[in-house]
């Protein structure tokens, strides 16, 4: 009844910057945590920032200072990735808990987008 969809991966230099966005769609009656993970070639799926309904944000030890979570007042939310990296190459996925209309609770995953970073 919801669904979730990335905009914004690409392909970029070493130093270089993209902003990722990911608008929630469907039957919506409020959003909790929003999250942006990513999974690299051959690795593990991870968390690379998240941010709650009241605002309180989380980064990964790899990209805090660099990466910069946020969401507007409605249904959407950004990660603007500054100085990337290659080891920043991965297919970068958005998620988020969604509640309907009926109050039940879902987490939800985008279909991920790539962002390649090349030196």
């Known amino acids: 009844q919801a669904q979730l969809e990335e905009f914004g991966g690409g392909l970029v230099q070493v130093g270089g910057s993209l902003r990722l966005s990911c608008s929630a769609s469907?039957?919506?009656?409020?959003?909790?945590?929003m999250a942006w993970y990513r999974q690299a070639p051959g690795a593990q799926r991870e968390l690379v920032a998240s941010?709650?309904?009241?605002?309180?944000t989380q980064y990964a030890d790899v990209v805090r200072g660099r990466f910069t979570i946020s969401r507007d007042n409605a249904n959407t939310v950004y990660l603007r990735m500054n100085t990337l990296k290659p080891e920043d190459t991965a297919v970068y996925y958005c998620n988020a808990d969604i509640e309907d209309n009926r109050g039940r609770s879902t987490n939800y995953w985008g279909q991920g987008t790539q962002v390649t970073v090349s030196s």
């Open positions: 469907g039957i919506i009656l409020r959003i909790g945590r």
């Open positions: 941010v709650t309904w009241d605002d309180r």
